[in-house]
């Protein structure tokens, strides 16, 4: 831990706790109390009102004013950031976040009730594989060195890929990286779960400067229709979560009629075969029949 790091960690733990001695902190960092107190100097010179209580039972403390600033996020914002990251620690698997998540548990209030909200995640075995593979991105990312890798586009053609890489992306269950490929010298996006033998070559690169069109590339932007359909009220919760209470309205004793935009595309039938016999295209007539053609050939690969 360098001198940053172990300075903001001193200012969150006086956030958290009354009055810490010089020697606890000494342990917590595995440094002398020399640093410490030059450490407290520091923080006092930046503005931060850090004071000392003599004795056995002395150390440094933090103002209490300071502590309930309004400037400073409330115990409030921090278990809303909390929650969100706990659920974003289950996808992205980095350390970093896990660390992000242990640096503001200590600075949350020991009255917040804990655990008031829970987001619970598949453990899919796939997503523990691509661990690796984001942290050879991030770290390529951060420092700015060529990635190599076979790709496999969703058509089944295999090329080899060097990229400039310079984000990662992720949507709704999937992930992308952002990067200027070198072979096709334009921005491209590619998914994760189609890369393999992925490698860091070594080499660094200077951050191009994307133009709009390059832009708009790496955003996957399918074109939508919107679908009427009749749904059972059974899965009312489904539609509502994803297009909101407006989307839904009556439409007799049996079905309620559901308004809502889908992808264009094999997407947009996968999304609808989904609901089984509780849904059945209204309109438009066009995207109905080519959904029964979908669902025909579904069929017809189990006869």
């Known amino acids: ?65 300071y502590k309930m600033d309004k400037r400073l996020l409330s115990s409030s914002d921090l278990e809303h950031i909390l929650t969100a990251l706990g659920g974003l620690e289950k996808i992205l698997f980095g350390e970093e976040v896990t660390l992000t998540i242990r640096k503001i548990e200590s600075m949350v209030r020991s009255s ?7 987001l619970s995640f598949y453990d899919w075995e796939g997503r523990s ?10 770290d390529a990312i951060s420092g700015k060195r060529i990635l190599a ?11 080899h890929r060097t990229v400039e890489p310079t984000g990662l992306h992720f949507n709704e269950s999937s992930w992308y990286l952002n990067g200027f490929c070198l072979d096709r010298m334009d921005g491209r996006l590619f998914k994760l779960s189609r890369i393999d033998r992925l490698n860091a070559e070594g080499g660094t690169f200077f951050p191009r ?5 390059e832009q708009s590339r790496n955003v996957y932007r399918p074109e939508l229709i919107t679908v009427k359909a009749l749904i059972s009220p059974s899965i009312r919760d489904r539609f509502v979560e994803r297009y909101g209470r407006k989307s839904v309205t009556p439409y007799d004793d049996r ?49």
């Open 1 to 65: 831990m360098d001198k940053v790091e172990r300075l903001i960690s001193i200012i969150m733990v006086l956030l958290r706790k009354q009055i810490v001695s010089a020697s606890e902190f000494a342990r917590l960092y595995g440094v002398s109390k020399r640093t410490i107190l030059r450490d407290m100097e520091t923080l006092g010179l930046s503005n931060i009102p850090i004071y000392s209580v003599t004795g056995s039972k002395g150390g440094f403390g933090i103002m209490d004013e």
């Open 255 to 303: 079905f309620l009629c559901a308004s809502f935009e889908l992808p264009n595309n094999w997407i947009g039938f996968q999304f609808l075969a989904g609901f089984g016999t509780q849904l059945k295209i209204a309109e438009p007539e066009e995207y109905a029949a080519d959904f029964r053609e979908y669902l025909k050939d579904m069929l017809n690969a189990y006869l």
């Open 149 to 159: 890798f076979d790709y496999i586009d969703k058509n089944g053609a295999a090329t």
């Open 129 to 138: 594989e691509l661990r690796g593979m984001l942290k050879t991105c991030q």
């Open 209 to 213: 400067e994307k133009t709009p069109k």
């Open 112 to 118: 917040v009730p804990e655990g008031s909200v829970q």
